[in-house]
Each structure stands twice: as structure tokens, then as C-alpha cells.
């Protein structure tokens, strides 16, 4: 069965200064990867997606994340974080069968973003 | 404008009672799905539905039944049997089929948040 860690549950990161969120995953095989965003009491929005080709894969809001086969991981980052980018963050991994169907997504249990002024 | 709606977005109910959430979509999308949301927990499946007059337990079906008479409609249930009723149920739908059409990308509704008194 596939799974996803975030092992941060808390985050607290300077306005101005870098982040990375770490995420890893369990699965047989190349894994459909995403990273959503959620702000309180509001549902997901998604930020970016992994299928294959580029393991960098660019999203919106200056967000990235690299996905790296041998760590099993798909870490997001970005630059330089805005107060505004305080929320949950939750990583997410898929399964595509071959007929087109899907199950759903397995989702970690978040890591919690506080911004520093 | 396309997007998933789901109500009520508060809800109160007591003690052995059922209630019903609702979720529609109009993005035209093939599959939906029921997820739950706890602190701490991420997201926990609970039914999904890939076509009409079809659905498919999740990891957390105990306690809830869903329909699904409609591509627009995807309704959850939550009965009695349901022995920790409280918290924040998020509805998503997604694209099914082969090729370039499918992206695994769930998006979701606003959420609904249930307390039991």
C-alpha cells in the first residue's frame, strides 16, 4: 500500500528567508506525486504535480519541488516565503492504472507553516 | 464559473441522528470522492465514485454511505453508527480516462464542517 511521511509537523520560517518542506512516499512504482496548500477552514488548492519527465517541476505561487527517485522523496521549497504563504501543506501521492482509473489520493498529515515577520 | 459546491458548510447535529452532505460539481468530471479531515490526521478516504451508479469503499467507510444517481452529485451520509462524527469533510472530483486527459489532480469543494453535540 502506498503511503506519504511529512515528518514536520510544525514549521516556523523567517518572511524573506528560504523553505523546504520534506515529504517522502511509499510505493512500487513511479508514483503520481502533488503538493495542495490549505488555508483555515477552506478546502485544497493544488500547487504543483509530478508524473514524470523533469524531476523540478515548477508551481504556482514561486512554489518547487524535486522529486528524487533514490530518497523516495518530493520535497517542496521556495525561495523566499511571504506571510501570506502561512497554511497546511499537505503532500500527496496517486495511482494511475492502466484502464485510466484512479482511487483517490493518499495524503500525508500536513506540515503546519508559520511565517515570521 | 466550474468548481465543486458543497453544503452546509456548518452543520450541528446530535447524538444519533443521520445528516447528509452535499456536493455537486459542474466541472464535468467522471470521478468524486469523500475524504475526512482531522487535526494532526491529513485526509482519510472515506467512499469514491469513478461513474455513475458506482462507488468504492475507502480506508474509513464505517459508519457512512454515499449515492451516486448523477455525474454532478456525489452525497455522503454520515449515520449513527458513526462513532466520532466530528470534523471536516472535504469533497473532490477528478478527470478519469487514458492519455494526456487524466492528471490524477483531485480538486476539491470548500469543505463542510460537521460537530455532534
Known amino acids: 500500500a502506498q503511503s506519504v511521511t511529512q515528518p514536520d509537523i510544525h514549521i516556523t520560517v523567517s518572511e524573506g528567508a528560504s523553505l523546504e518542506l520534506r515529504c517522502n512516499y511509499s510505493?512500487?512504482?513511479?508514483?503520481?506525486l502533488f503538493w495542495y496548500v490549505q488555508s483555515p477552514g477552506q478546502g485544497l488548492q493544488l500547487l504543483l504535480k509530478?508524473?514524470?519527465?523533469?524531476?523540478l517541476v515548477q508551481g504556482i505561487k514561486g512554489f518547487e519541488a524535486e522529486f528524487k527517485r533514490s530518497q523516495s522523496s518530493f520535497n517542496l521549497r521556495k525561495p523566499s516565503v511571504h506571510w501570506s504563504d502561512a497554511a497546511e501543506y499537505f503532500c500527496?501521492?496517486?495511482?494511475?492504472?492502466?484502464?485510466?482509473?484512479?482511487?483517490?489520493?493518499?495524503f500525508g498529515k500536513g506540515t503546519h507553516l508559520i511565517i515570521q515577520p | 464559473d466550474g468548481g465543486i459546491t458543497q453544503s452546509p458548510k456548518y452543520l450541528f447535529r446530535k447524538e444519533g441522528q443521520n445528516v447528509t452532505l452535499s456536493c455537486e460539481q459542474n466541472?464535468?468530471?467522471?470521478?468524486m470522492y469523500w475524504y475526512r479531515q482531522d487535526p494532526g490526521q491529513g485526509l482519510r478516504l472515506i467512499y469514491y465514485?469513478?461513474?455513475?451508479?458506482?462507488?468504492q469503499k475507502g480506508d474509513i467507510a464505517e459508519g457512512y454511505s454515499v449515492s451516486r444517481e448523477k455525474k454532478e452529485s456525489f452525497p455522503l451520509t454520515v449515520t449513527s453508527a458513526q462513532k466520532n462524527p466530528t470534523a471536516f469533510y472535504l469533497c473532490?472530483?477528478?478527470?478519469?480516462?487514458?492519455?494526456?486527459?487524466?492528471?490524477?489532480?483531485?480538486?476539491f469543494g470548500e469543505g463542510s464542517r460537521l460537530t455532534v453535540l
Open positions: 465514485s469513478q461513474i455513475v451508479n458506482d462507488f
Open positions: 510505493y512500487g512504482a513511479t508514483p503520481y
Open positions: 509530478y508524473f514524470s519527465g523533469d524531476t
Open positions: 466541472l464535468n468530471h467522471d470521478a
Open positions: 473532490a472530483s477528478s478527470i478519469q480516462g487514458t492519455g494526456g486527459a487524466y492528471s490524477g489532480e483531485l480538486f
Open positions: 500527496a501521492v496517486g495511482t494511475i492504472y492502466s484502464g485510466g482509473g484512479a482511487d483517490g489520493l493518499t
